[in-house]
């Protein structure tokens, strides 16, 4: 035998040396569920380990999360039924928490990269992503306004970047506009580009009560089963004016991570979705699987498929892994 592959994995040294792959905490969004008022600090049931923070608490999870090395915060606002109408008028509103808080985190640590949510669902009574008609159709160019506006009002707050994740056709160049009108042309967005009509969601919309009234998502999320459809989103989001092309969920759909890498010259992020990181936490907790092995390799096999970016609930963990 001549050609042992085995050789290259004898010992640690020779394992590290030809490692493809490394993971960091400058690869890590982390996803931040940010609740009204003051000093709260609520589990995600479905997702052991993730907490909804006000505002107070949220910056101190800021500043250790800083502090371990991660630098970059996607902050999705938990909105009280009460706060909620047909066209998700909070979301524009300068004095909503969200808006407030978004401002305090920003002038507390210029220096970490805040990304924000622009989508109707969690200020929406139908709990979806765009204006739902009496016929229960979700109208496209009518919400392109509504998110626009939305989008506006979190540029103001000195944010870094815009999350479009509505998977409404024309959003991109839409926020583009708007945005660079009214001087925001520094604001980055990272497109939700590739986002399936997927069942991992479950945990997130319990995290923010955010399901669907009714009906599904199938109308306007991409079907599962499509792999080069991913590629006529990707080509219209870049045209449009994005900054990053995102798929979601990650662990899923690796293979489309992996064609929209081949395919872009943009940086690729991955969303390592709720129902994603619930799997490895409950097997874990059964006992089951090493759930820090398992949560390293999730990670890392994101970042192996292409993925630049990965926004992951273990974020903070994983950095704590990292550092060890
Ligand atoms: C909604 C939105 C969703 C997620 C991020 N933004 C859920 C959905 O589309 O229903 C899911 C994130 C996750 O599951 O971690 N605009």
New binding site residues.
């Given amino acids: 035998m001549l050609i042992r592959p085995r050789r290259n994995r004898k010992s640690a040294a020779i394992r590290e040396m030809v490692e493809e792959t490394t993971l960091t905490t400058k690869d890590f969004i982390f ?1 931040l569920f940010l609740l009204e008022g003051k000093n709260k600090k609520v589990a995600v049931d479905s997702m052991p380990g993730i907490y909804r923070f006000t505002v107070d608490l949220m910056l101190k999870e800021i500043e250790e999360c800083l502090q371990l090395g991660v630098k970059a915060f996607d902050v ?1 606002p938990v909105v009280e039924e009460k706060h909620k109408d047909k066209m998700a008028s909070k979301s524009a509103d300068e004095n909503f928490f969200y808006i407030k808080a978004l401002k305090e985190i920003k002038s507390k640590f210029p220096e970490a990269c805040i990304m924000t ?1 622009v ?1 109707m ?2 200020y929406s009574t139908d709990g979806h ?1 765009g204006i739902v008609d009496e016929n229960g159709n979700i109208l496209n160019d009518e919400t392109l306004d509504v998110l626009a506006d939305m989008a506006l009002v979190q540029a103001e707050t000195g944010i870094d970047i815009i999350g479009p ?2 998977m409404m056709d024309g959003r991109v160049e839409f926020i583009r506009e708007v945005l660079d009108e009214n001087g925001f042309e520094n604001t980055s967005i990272m497109s ?1 580009c590739a ?1 399936y009509a ?1 069942a ?6 319990d995290a923010l009560d ?3 009234k009714s009906g599904d ?1 199938k109308t306007y ?1 991409m079907n599962p089963a499509n792999k080069y459809e991913a590629l006529i989103e990707a080509e219209l989001d870049a045209q449009e004016g994005a900054d990053f092309l995102m798929v ?2 990650a662990l899923a759909y690796l293979d489309v991570i992996h064609l929209l890498k081949e395919n872009n010259e943009l940086p690729i992020a991955a ?1 390592n ?3 994603e ?1 619930s799997l490895v936490k409950a097997a874990a907790e059964k006992g089951w699987l090493d759930g820090e092995a398992a949560m390293m390799e999730s990670l890392l096999s994101i970042k192996r498929a292409g993925a630049d970016v990965i926004l992951s ?1 273990f974020a903070k963990e994983a950095a704590q892994v990292l550092r060890k």
Avoid: C
Wanted: charged share 25%; net charge neutral.
């Fill in positions: 996803p999705f949510d989508a669902d969690p992503d994740s509505d939700y986002k997927s991992f969601y479950g945990p997130f919309r955010s399901a669907p998502k999320q979601k969920p969303y979705v709720s129902g990181y609930y």
